[in-house]
């Protein structure tokens, strides 16, 4: 069974400053491993994904996110938040020949100007 | 590339009637097409999985006559919420999957709300 902790429901940073939401997994077999955003009242834009590659994997709007198997985890980050940042923001897994997605519960990022 | 649609984004019905929600693959076919449910302030929640050609498979505690999935096109599922109640309202989420990517891609959502 796989499953998703996402460690903080909500994060608050001031613009400029360094963001860090945190994933942790759980999975019987190979993950890949994916961080959506969502914007109130929108669908989810897909920020990156970890397919087993390169475990450093970088995004777009200059997030990445590192997969540490020792860890478990796939923890997101960026060197600068921007307000345009602010939204809700999901780890999901899915394992090795199941196309169904599981959701962590989301991180609500507040950035403060 | 990859773009989903949903139609329409926003419904408002009568407690006891239908209705449809699109969804649509704009610029890839996908075999595999998924429906999920979001609550306020809550995650997302897998109704189904949409299937070109062939029946959905429901998740766990998902009423397939109460939420009638079709995927008659490699381009288009539709979901049906038939006589639709007030517990019915949510934010309904599709996604399609780029088979070679091994990704979903999400629709925008369509908000229903069942007076």
């Known amino acids: 069974a796989q499953s998703v902790t996402q460690l903080d429901s909500h994060v608050s940073v001031s613009e400029g400053t360094p963001v860090l939401l945190r994933c942790n997994y759980s999975?019987?077999?190979?993950?890949?491993l994916f961080w959506y955003v969502q914007h109130p009242n929108k669908g989810l834009q897909l920020l990156l994904k970890?397919?087993?590659?390169?475990?450093l994997v970088k995004g777009i709007n200059g997030f990445e996110a590192e997969f540490k198997k020792s860890e478990t985890s796939f923890h997101l980050t960026k060197p600068s938040a921007h307000m345009s940042d602010a939204a809700e923001y999901f780890c999901?897994?899915?394992?090795?020949?199941?196309?169904?997605?599981?959701f962590g519960s989301g991180t609500r990022l507040q950035v403060q100007p | 590339g990859a773009v989903v649609s949903q139609h329409p984004s926003r419904v408002i019905c009568k407690s006891g009637t239908s209705v449809k929600i699109e969804c649509r693959s704009l610029?890839?076919?996908?075999?595999?097409m998924f429906w999920y449910r979001q609550f306020p302030k809550k995650s997302l929640m897998l109704m189904a999985t949409?299937?070109?050609?062939?029946?959905?498979?429901?998740e766990q505690g998902v009423e397939k006559d109460k939420f009638l999935i079709n995927h008659a096109s490699l381009t288009l599922s539709t979901l049906t919420v038939t006589s639709a109640h007030p517990e019915d309202s949510s934010f309904y989420i599709c996604?399609?999957?780029?088979?070679?990517?091994?990704?979903?891609?999400f629709g925008p959502g369509t908000r229903l709300l069942v007076l």
């Open positions: 610029d890839f076919q996908a075999t595999t």
């Open positions: 949409s299937n070109e050609g062939s029946k959905a498979t429901y």
């Open positions: 999975s019987s077999y190979s993950p890949s």
């Open positions: 996604s399609a999957r780029v088979e070679a990517q091994e990704t979903q891609y």
């Open positions: 999901v897994v899915s394992e090795a020949g199941r196309r169904a997605l599981t």
């Open positions: 970890y397919t087993s590659a390169a475990t």
